[in-house]
């Protein structure tokens, strides 16, 4: 879609890739693109239900929806990018359990107030 442009590959999957990307105006987005070639109808299915199910979801925890498109070959997902990455990343770059204040403040309160940038 030209309302995008890929800046950089963040990851790369059996079934599609992971962008970081950036609009018109600048500001940065990722595009999860799901490979649909070959997939089973099943399969295909599934995947637009996820797309539909993002598009539904709206909580300041969860990353935000932005839209979605599909091509014969390709489904492609936009959402908002979270500079602190997500909670797996923040996880495991712990060398130590998390303080039960620490888990209380990431999964009840603002976690912009000790994690800015994480979301979901």
Do not use: C
């Amino acid at each position: 879609m030209d309302k995008y442009t890929k800046v950089h590959l963040m990851a790369l999957g059996g079934y599609g890739t992971i962008y970081k990307a950036k609009t018109r105006q600048g500001v940065q987005v990722v595009l999860k693109e799901i490979i649909l070639a070959n997939q089973e109808e099943a399969d295909v299915k599934v995947t637009r239900k996820e797309a539909e199910l993002l598009s539904s979801l709206s909580h300041p925890h969860i990353i935000r929806y932005l839209n979605h498109w599909e091509t014969p070959d390709l489904l492609t997902i936009a959402m908002e990018f979270a500079e602190g990455g997500n909670l797996e990343n923040l996880i495991s770059k712990r060398e130590s359990h998390f303080e039960e204040s620490e888990a209380l403040k990431i999964f009840v309160e603002d976690l912009g107030a000790g994690y800015p940038g994480l979301t979901g």
